[in-house]
């Protein structure tokens, strides 16, 4: 199974002009026969304080017309999956939403771990989430999601292959970047995706940097800072066969017991 891990500039509170670019980057993805886009963190509402303080799109509207042009782009046999701030109910979450090529949307996972300036005005969610594509079991990570181990290894405890992550990383902050998400593949024994926000958005600027991971750590793919995808293959085959191998995954421990000081 094709994946690709996108990247572009996200504008500051126009979501109409941000569904456009991922429409765009959607249309380049089936292109080039990729069954599962990455889109970056808070792609659609752009990361920003502005847009973050202003209205965001609604949980209960993922039916609405504003992201008819990546739905149209989906049909062609492209999941997407990209980040937005999102209003679910009374509370505002850091989301992922997830547009199937039949035309349904849902935002069926919101970032667990927030970071920063995140506290101000978003809720933690409170689940894990994995996805199915072409029978490939997939599990849903937000930025500072993936710097916490037992985030990836519990889904990969449940049966994911891959770890699809969206994400923002500002200067300063590449090689944290690239060895959380190798690490996060090394450790569970599966592929990670992670895509990235670049350049500037609003008051922020960011690296880019997006790339797949093999089971091994191993980047097969990884963009600079250009606007474009970074796309490898799955193989659930090679994720059974690393995992047999080095058997980190099924040899973790639950509990180590109690620590003595000698």
Request: hydrophobic share 45%.
């Amino acid at each position: 199974m094709r994946v690709a891990a996108g990247q572009a500039v996200s504008v500051s509170g126009d979501l109409a002009a941000n569904v456009r670019t991922a429409a765009r980057l959607a249309r380049l993805a089936a292109s080039r026969e990729v069954r599962v886009l990455v889109l970056p963190e808070a792609f659609l509402t752009g990361y920003d304080v502005a847009a973050f303080d202003g209205p965001l799109p609604d949980a209960a509207d993922l039916d609405g017309a504003w992201l008819d042009p990546l739905r149209a782009e989906a049909a062609a046999g492209v999941t997407v999956v990209v980040g937005t701030a999102l209003q679910r109910g009374d509370e505002r979450r850091l989301s992922q939403v997830v547009v199937r090529p039949d035309g349904t949307a849902a935002a069926p996972y919101d970032k667990q771990f927030l970071d920063g300036v995140e506290h101000t005005w978003f809720t933690a969610g409170d689940h894990g989430t994995s996805i199915e594509v072409d029978g490939h079991e997939l599990g849903l990570s937000i930025c500072y999601d993936g710097c916490f181990p037992e985030h990836a290894r519990d889904a990969a405890r449940d049966g994911a292959v891959g770890y699809l992550a969206s994400a923002a990383y500002f200067p300063g902050g590449g090689h944290r970047r690239d060895l959380y998400y190798a690490t996060r593949a090394l450790e569970n024994g599966m592929y990670v995706v992670v895509s990235v926000l670049t350049g500037r958005c609003g008051s922020f600027d960011f690296i880019g940097g997006s790339a797949v991971y093999d089971p091994e750590g191993v980047p097969l793919t990884r963009l600079g800072e250009e606007e474009g995808l970074a796309i490898a293959d799955v193989d659930a085959a090679l994720v059974a066969q690393v995992r047999s191998r080095h058997t980190m995954l099924a040899d973790h421990r639950l509990d180590l017991g109690p620590r003595v000081r000698a």
